[in-house]
């Protein structure tokens, strides 16, 4: 079967980025889509960049007010005319055979609704290989993120996840809150849906290009991760809290070290330096493994640490959530 493909990918501030992805998606084999860009309030337009591919692919184009990723894509599935829907973030673009691959594994077993991983092009930077590297390697992970071994169910994310047009219309949209692609992942599952991750389904996937916006977008993921338990109480594992364990047992050995002896630190050096060269055997480059103990460190400790803000604010407080704030940290994340 051949399907049609609405690639809907809301869009804020990513002129460069959205020029990328069109040009990815104007080389794939397969030829049966559409793209759709939602751009979100943007105050650097890409639609002078979306008019220089027009004449070689189907895209519909939509400016709206601000009002948030989600609703983004949901006016991308209103607007779409697939069957089935793909979502992408802008800071994504695709190899030529990204929707040949989708299409034969859809015809061959066919799943209400799909992930696949992302991975580093060979042009990113050492500093967003070695994020990309930290953001899906098993040590710092423990597989939520792109790994094959698994310490949880597999949950597809919106950089690189698609669901049927009934699936839409029985599941509904995205909502506008804290990691709504793992909201609507678990809505998809308790209707019964069938969810798969497809191997060779990758993007490219172009990560932070500071590590401020990095910290800061790992510390929003951590209190996404409350905001999830408060809506499905049974969602939080154990491998959710590990960053939260990781930050306080660093502290802890820190302390113990300089007031008792200076052995205590020898775990935390051991584990960093089994990432050292997990990131050296991945990658090959001693710049990139050096540069993903950094950023293995920030990734760990920043989600930690919003997980602890938002467990000690929401669950032994008991404060409700501030949907206001939630929407600011959120676009901060993302800009």
């Given at each position: 079967m051949r399907h049609f493909f609405s690639i809907i990918v809301p869009v804020y501030n990513r002129k460069e980025e959205v020029e990328e992805l069109l040009r990815s998606f104007q080389e794939q084999s397969y030829k049966n889509f559409e793209v759709v860009i939602v751009e979100d309030g943007s105050t650097i337009p890409c639609k002078e960049v979306v008019n220089l591919f027009e004449k070689n692919i189907s895209i519909q184009y939509l400016y709206k007010e601000n009002e948030g990723r989600s609703i983004a894509r949901n006016k991308g599935m209103e607007m779409a005319r697939g069957d089935y829907f793909v979502f992408l973030d802008s800071d994504c673009f695709a190899p030529k055979?990204?929707?040949?691959?989708?299409?034969?594994?859809?015809?061959?077993?066919?799943?209400?609704?799909?992930?696949?991983?992302?991975?580093?092009?060979?042009?990113?930077?050492?500093?967003?290989?070695?994020?990309?590297?930290?953001?899906?390697?098993?040590?710092?992970?423990?597989?939520?993120?792109?790994?094959?071994?698994?310490?949880?169910?597999?949950?597809?994310?919106?950089?690189?996840?698609?669901?049927?047009?009934?699936?839409?219309?029985?599941?509904?949209?995205?909502?506008?809150?804290?990691?709504?692609?793992?909201?609507?992942?678990?809505?998809?599952?308790?209707?019964?849906?069938?969810?798969?991750?497809?191997?060779?389904?990758?993007?490219?996937?172009?990560?932070?290009?500071?590590?401020?916006?990095?910290?800061?977008?790992?510390?929003?993921?951590?209190?996404?991760?409350?905001?999830?338990?408060?809506?499905?109480?049974?969602?939080?594992?154990?491998?959710?809290?590990?960053?939260?364990?990781?930050?306080?047992?660093?502290?802890?050995?820190?302390?113990?070290?300089?007031?008792?002896?200076?052995?205590?630190?020898?775990?935390?050096?051991?584990?960093l330096f089994l990432l050292f060269i997990s990131a050296l055997y991945s990658t090959k480059k001693i710049r990139i493994a050096s540069l993903s103990i950094l950023t293995s460190m920030i990734q760990l400790c920043g989600y930690g640490a919003g997980f602890i803000q938002a467990f000690t604010e929401h669950i032994l407080l008991k404060h409700q959530r501030n949907t206001a704030k939630e929407k600011e940290l959120r676009k901060g994340a993302n800009e």
């Open positions: 055979e990204y929707l040949q691959n989708l299409n034969e594994n859809l015809s061959n077993h066919y799943v209400d609704c799909f992930g696949g991983k992302d991975m580093a092009h060979d042009s990113f930077s050492d500093l967003q290989k070695a994020i990309n590297f930290s953001m899906t390697s098993f040590l710092t992970t423990g597989g939520i993120r792109g790994g094959k071994v698994r310490m949880e169910k597999f949950v597809p994310r919106s950089f690189n996840m698609g669901f049927s047009r009934e699936t839409w219309e029985k599941v509904g949209g995205f909502r506008e809150m804290f990691s709504e692609d793992i909201d609507i992942s678990t809505r998809i599952h308790m209707k019964g849906c069938s969810i798969s991750l497809l191997e060779n389904v990758e993007v490219y996937h172009r990560r932070r290009t500071s590590l401020r916006k990095f910290a800061h977008q790992v510390y929003v993921f951590g209190m996404s991760r409350i905001t999830l338990k408060m809506l499905y109480p049974d969602s939080l594992k154990l491998v959710h809290c590990l960053p939260a364990v990781f930050l306080l047992g660093c502290i802890g050995l820190l302390v113990l070290s300089v007031f008792w002896k200076k052995v205590a630190i020898i775990p935390l050096v051991f584990y």
